[in-house]
């Protein structure tokens, strides 16, 4: 049907800057909203960014003046642009697409900061 695909991750220092992509593919026409979701060990899966189809983006205040979220529709991909990176942002990161009919999620991407 649909797949998500996320990639970007991996290891850097506290205080950098990372960029996460995730790109859909199958039976979609568009993408109408984008999530992204961070679950770290031990914790609740908890929401980071939205975007829609006209450009709104909402943030969680834990993120809020340091991550930006986007699109290229053309490619039908989002990314998660991730600056000031702090250890607190170490998880797993998911992309999520909510349908009509479905909601899909991505495997995952898993972003470390650590020195």
């Known amino acids: 049907q649909v797949q998500l695909v996320e990639s970007g991750g991996g290891l850097v220092q506290p205080g950098g800057s990372l960029r996460l992509s995730c790109v859909a593919s199958g039976s979609i026409f568009s993408i109408n909203i984008m999530n992204w979701y961070r679950q770290a060990p031990g914790k609740q899966r908890e929401w980071v960014a939205t975007i829609g189809s006209g450009g709104y983006t909402n943030y969680a205040d834990s993120v809020k003046g340091r991550f930006t979220i986007s699109r290229d529709n053309a490619k039908n991909t989002g990314y998660l642009q991730m600056n000031s990176l702090k250890s607190e942002d170490t998880a797993v990161y998911y992309c999520?697409?909510?349908?009509?009919?479905?909601?899909?999620w991505g495997q995952g991407t898993q972003v470390t900061v650590s020195s």
């Open positions: 999520r697409v909510p349908t009509t009919s479905t909601t899909y």
